[in-house]
T-cell receptor, first 115, second 116 residues
């Protein structure tokens, strides 16, 4: 498994601003992902964070709104840009630790409220 | 593409009673299956997984699940629940394979509430 931390754990932001969420893993992992969990709903994959290259976004998510960086095998950031109240969600980082380890481990999440 | 249906949005049970949380999936290819638990204000914790082999898989906290390929189901069970099992439970599926087995598709979740 892996120990995953996220910063901040929660934040309240004004519309039109941006927030960068950090995800740190205690060991090198093959893959990192970002999910969104809207209030009372399930998880939706935003993108796969690729080391040293552009993230792979899922349908409905774009780089201009959710820029992602992954400079190394243990760290990634997700920015929520030009926020609106509809962006109020929990944002979760997850990792897959190895090529033959198919499960994903999740961070504690970042609870974002946009006013 | 895969999809997951959790048949019950809420399951209330009494302490020490058995429980089954139902999950059905749809996929045109082989899949891996997972159950996660989310306690209030926390991230997701992996309960158990099915990759291959025995269709009955055991997980943490006394939970088990059975993979039924013909019925495309992966129901979660526990013979005797505790108050501390109160949480949201998510069933998830991914396409089998080294490079493709990454994207997790989640069900809508089942809120298990254990009452004294």
């Amino acid at each position: 498994s892996a120990v995953i931390s996220q910063k901040p754990s929660r934040d309240i932001c004004q519309r039109g601003t941006s927030l960068t969420i950090q995800c740190q893993v205690d060991s090198q992992v093959t893959m990192m992902f970002w999910y969104r969990q809207q209030p009372g709903q399930s998880l939706t994959l935003i993108a796969t964070a690729n080391q040293g290259s552009e993230a792979t976004y899922e349908s409905g998510f774009v780089i201009d709104k959710f820029p992602i960086s992954r400079p190394n095998l243990t760290f990634s950031t997700l920015t929520v840009s030009n926020m609106s109240p509809e962006d109020s969600s929990i944002y979760l980082c997850s990792v897959r630790v190895g090529l033959h380890s198919y499960e994903q481990y999740f961070g504690p999440g970042t609870r974002l409220t946009v006013t | 593409a895969q999809s997951v249906t959790q048949l019950d949005s809420q399951v209330p049970v009494f302490e020490e009673a058995p429980v089954e949380l139902r999950c059905n999936y749809s996929s045109s290819v082989s899949v891996y299956l997972f159950w996660y638990v989310q306690y209030p204000n926390q991230g997701l914790q992996l309960l158990l997984k099915y990759l291959s082999g025995s269709t009955l898989v055991k997980g943490i906290n006394g939970f088990e699940a059975e993979f039924n390929k013909s019925q495309t189901s992966f129901h979660l069970r526990k013979p005797s629940v505790h108050i501390s099992d109160t949480a949201e439970y998510f069933c998830a599926v991914s396409e089998a394979g080294i490079t493709s087995g990454s994207r997790l598709t989640f069900g809508e979740g089942t809120q298990l509430t254990v009452n004294p």
